[in-house]
């Protein structure tokens, strides 16, 4: 079954404490991404990874860190976590085939909390 | 900031009714996509726009690519209980290739 795994799906944390929270797909996707959702503002996008060893900043990368070693994996890391970075955290991927989008699958989602 | 602006923020019809939400963008867009996120779930594909003036329909779900590509329409036909969730657009804004920018979503309660 094609899917986008995220583990843990859910967090408690204290503030400063390094935490990574793991996203991996099974479909052979370039493209993964990390999105962050919070009321009234949507899902903003934190980093992306267009292919092994090729990672982006989005629109809000800071605090944050990404790795892509592996092509089916792309953990997210939050070095010294504070409360604004209380949030719903979306992984995704999809392949992109001449710059085209294809279908982005979300995972299940990781619900973070900083206290 | 937001760049890409999506409304209403909520609505609430009565099964049967119509609803209809607008994406809308000061930049021209290269493409546009639609989500749908059900409460407690995660966001779901369900189509993606690419030209000017585009209309693709499905089932009772009619989405609309502007002409200037700067605006996007998704209209449900006599809406369902089981339409009730979040609608999102999602662009990638000229210029920005593989950088997908959400809009706010729109909030749909459907009662019977």
């Known amino acids: 079954e094609a899917q986008v795994t995220q583990n843990p799906r859910y967090l408690i944390t204290v503030t400063g404490k390094k935490l990574t929270v793991t996203c991996s797909q099974n479909?052979?996707?370039?493209?993964m991404s990390w999105y962050r959702q919070d009321p009234g503002l949507g899902l903003r996008q934190i980093y992306y990874?267009?292919?092994?060893?090729?990672?982006d900043k989005g629109d809000v990368p800071e605090g944050y860190k990404v790795s892509r070693k592996e092509k089916r994996n792309f953990p997210l890391i939050l070095e010294s976590p504070s409360p604004n970075q209380t949030s719903l955290y979306f992984c995704?991927?999809?392949?992109?085939?001449?710059?085209?989008?294809?279908?982005?699958?979300f995972g299940p989602g990781t619900r973070l909390l900083v206290l | 900031g937001q760049q890409v602006m999506q409304i209403p923020q909520y609505q609430h019809v009565q099964e049967g009714e119509d609803f209809t939400t607008y994406c809308n963008s000061s930049t021209t867009l290269s493409n546009i996509q639609w989500y749908k996120q059900r409460p407690g779930g995660h966001p779901v594909f369900l189509i993606q726009l690419v030209k000017s003036g585009e209309v693709k329909k499905q089932k009772r779900l009619t989405f609309q690519f502007g002409e200037a590509k700067k605006n996007s329409s998704l209209h449900i036909t006599a809406t369902q209980t089981t339409d009730v969730g979040t609608y999102f657009c999602a662009a990638e804004l000229t210029g920005t290739a593989s950088k997908l920018t959400f809009g706010t979503g729109t909030r749909l309660q459907v009662t019977l």
């Open positions: 995704a991927s999809s392949s992109l085939w001449t710059g085209m989008w294809e279908t982005q699958y």
């Open positions: 990874s267009m292919n092994v060893e090729v990672t």
């Open positions: 479909m052979n996707h370039e493209y």
